[in-house]
């Protein structure tokens, strides 16, 4: 697996590198992908030939991070928007949601939010890619429980978990990798 050197102005999750092993193993026929707090859109262009799609869009609430990602990425829709209010119309469904390093901190009341608006643009058996940073804030390190109640109460399954810890040279990652579905 390859990773990538951190820099001052980013966190990267490496989550493009987790999907893809996950799909080795969990063949997927994603068509439209939404990457919730993209960044500086590490992953997009990834993400975009895993699923051979033009339907790839990033968004975050950041315009800094959006016009960095912009010289990045290509082919991919950048909206400045935030995941409790999504920008779309209610008739576009994604059946891949990636989240990689954005939920770390939110509380069970946020999660709730946003994963009832979330909710709205999937259909059944779409796919949410998160990873969670074990960074010292991370309230879901202390206890997973309200993220699971949030996800099941939505009417996601956690189908796949796996903790993750790489720190080398070009990387520090360090946390949880989840695949939740859609039923
Ligand atoms: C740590 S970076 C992760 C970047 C990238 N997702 C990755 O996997 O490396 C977190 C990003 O999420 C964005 N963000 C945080 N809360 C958000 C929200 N509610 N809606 C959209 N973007 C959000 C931040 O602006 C930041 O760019």
């Given at each position: 697996m390859r990773w990538r050197r951190i820099t001052w102005d980013t966190n990267f999750s490496g989550i493009d590198e987790l999907i893809e092993e996950f799909l080795m193993d969990n063949p997927y026929d994603h068509h439209a992908c939404l990457d919730i707090g993209c960044g500086l859109g590490y992953s997009l262009d990834k993400i975009r030939e895993l699923i051979n799609s033009d339907q790839v869009y990033g968004i975050d609430t950041s315009r800094k991070a959006l016009v960095k990602a912009k010289d990045k990425s290509s082919n991919v829709t950048l909206i400045c928007a935030s995941a409790e209010c999504l920008p779309f119309n209610d008739k576009i469904k994604f059946d891949i949601i990636v989240a990689g390093h954005?939920?770390?901190?939110?509380d069970e009341e946020y999660l709730k939010e946003m994963l009832h608006e979330v909710s709205s643009y999937t259909s059944l058996k779409s796919r949410f890619y998160m990873t969670f940073d074990w960074h010292e804030a991370c309230s879901l390190k202390q206890n997973s429980a309200p993220f699971r109640n949030a996800l099941a109460n939505s009417g996601w399954e956690v189908i796949h978990q796996e903790s993750y810890d790489k720190a080398n040279e070009y990387l520090f990652a360090h946390g949880l990798f989840c695949v939740a579905e859609k039923n």
């Open positions: 954005v939920l770390d901190s939110s």
